[in-house]
């Protein structure tokens, strides 16, 4: 059973969190801090539908205009972590590729660090993550075939 989801805006308003609740007419609630947004916006919806507060889900969503002249440097700084995240993943896909085919190719581990900028022992690392999924997916593989 899907549960229901309710929306939690959250806006900045002097040294506090203003929480409205979208779905919700008239149910607000209060948070010193951004983490504590999504206890009491659950705290108010279930109040407010006198349910278990568990029954339901909560959506937090940052109002940033309410970062006053933070805003852009905000959202600059999110966007570059994100794209910082995803350069990162690029990049790990890009080394386990780099290290199987030169180390499939007979190079040694210490070769392989040299023409990829590091140590030998990251390059060992690297083999045994590769050969950990490998041995994950072939365990998959055999648990979800036909007998």
């Known amino acids: 059973m899907v549960k229901?989801?309710?929306e939690a805006r959250a806006a900045r308003r002097g040294r506090w969190w203003s929480i409205d609740?979208?779905?919700l007419n008239g149910v607000h609630a209060?948070?010193?801090?951004l983490d504590q947004v999504d206890?009491?916006?659950r705290e108010a919806v279930a109040m407010a539908l006198e349910a278990e507060i568990d029954s339901f889900d909560v959506v937090v969503h940052v109002d940033y205009a309410s970062l006053g002249v933070l805003k852009s440097t905000v959202e600059e700084a999110v966007?570059?972590?994100e794209a910082a995240d995803t350069a990162q993943s690029r990049a790990t896909h890009a080394m386990r590729r780099a290290v199987s085919g030169l180390r499939s190719a007979g190079y040694t581990a210490r070769d392989a660090g040299m023409l990829?900028?590091?140590s030998n022992q990251r390059i060992s690392q690297i083999e045994r993550q590769l050969a950990d999924n490998d041995a994950g997916e072939a365990h998959s593989a055999n648990v979800g075939g036909t007998e």
């Open 4 to 6: 229901p989801a309710y």
């Open 116 to 118: 990829l900028g590091v």
């Open 30 to 33: 209060q948070a010193r801090r």
């Open 21 to 23: 609740i979208r779905q």
């Open 79 to 81: 966007r570059a972590r």
């Open 39 to 41: 206890s009491m916006a």
